[in-house]
């Protein structure tokens, strides 16, 4: 018997969340990981404030809070290599749930956790910093985070697809990954900054069209459609979830004919 796809991502993601409480307490994450984050962007921001204004700071901010997002939705970029070494990946393939749906399930919780620091950054540092929040623009900042947490997270799956076959990747490819963002999806330095070639590989990575949506809100690029580029962010993020599972299916079901599956 195969269970339902949506029932196994559900008790992937609960396993998952199971897992991260056993290892942090909500003090331990507000109190440590994301005051971690707040000053990050921080740093980010005063560097816009003794460089260039106001105008950059706020640049900065808007920028550097959606980069922390990316940087924690692909930090499950080891998960599914992970897996095979603890021994797990080889009990999974052989149960009646389907392990692509559960190693792309399983890190949900870092999803959530994403979306959950990026908007208490956000909060706090447009009050610290007195960043103005154009109505009725502020009230769709929130689906505008979620868009992009997803997005990340699905690009982590793709990574993790990656490295389950290149493990040389493993210790390099999430700090990469989120460089990658920071660098060319216009976190600190408008798209436009980067030769054309540069300019479409920025439109297929995750927080490019988000991070449009958001500034667009916030008045700081008033030409951009939020909801075009929150629908362009959705797209890109399926596109990679939809590479991962097919690379993932592809390789583990080539380990499992050639008996290589327990063989980190």
């Not at 199971?18 to 990981?33: H, I, P, V």
Request: overall charge positive.
């Amino acid at each position: 018997m195969t269970l339902a796809p949506w029932r196994v991502a559900r008790a992937a993601a609960v396993a998952g969340y199971q897992e991260f409480r056993s290892l942090f307490s909500l003090r331990a994450w507000l109190g440590g990981y994301v005051v971690r984050l707040l000053f990050q962007v921080i740093f980010f921001s005063m560097v816009g404030k003794y460089v260039g204004g106001p105008g950059l700071v706020q640049y900065l901010l808007v920028g550097n809070v959606l980069a922390i997002i990316a940087m924690q939705g692909v930090a499950h970029a080891q998960s599914a290599a992970a897996e095979r070494t603890s021994g797990f990946l080889l009990p999974l393939v052989g149960s009646p749930a389907d392990h692509v749906v559960t190693l792309l399930a399983r890190n949900a919780i870092r999803l959530v956790l994403s979306l959950a620091s990026g908007i208490i950054v956000l909060t706090v540092l447009v009050i610290a910093f007195g960043l103005p929040l154009p109505l009725p623009g502020v009230l769709f900042v929130p689906p505008v985070l979620l868009a992009v947490a997803i997005s990340c997270y699905c690009f982590g799956c793709f990574l993790a697809a990656l490295v389950y076959r290149f493990e040389g990747l493993r210790q390099v490819a999430s700090n990469a990954a989120y460089l990658t963002v920071a660098v060319f999806a216009g976190v600190n330095v408008p798209i436009s900054y980067w030769p054309r070639p540069l300019q479409v590989f920025s439109e297929i990575l995750p927080v490019t069209h988000g991070l449009r949506a958001l500034r667009a809100l916030l008045g700081q690029v008033p030409q951009a459609a939020p909801g075009g580029q929150v629908a362009w962010e959705l797209l890109v993020g399926t596109g990679w979830m939809l590479a991962a599972g097919v690379l993932l299916r592809w390789w583990i079901d080539a380990d499992r004919a050639s008996g290589r599956l327990d063989l980190a």
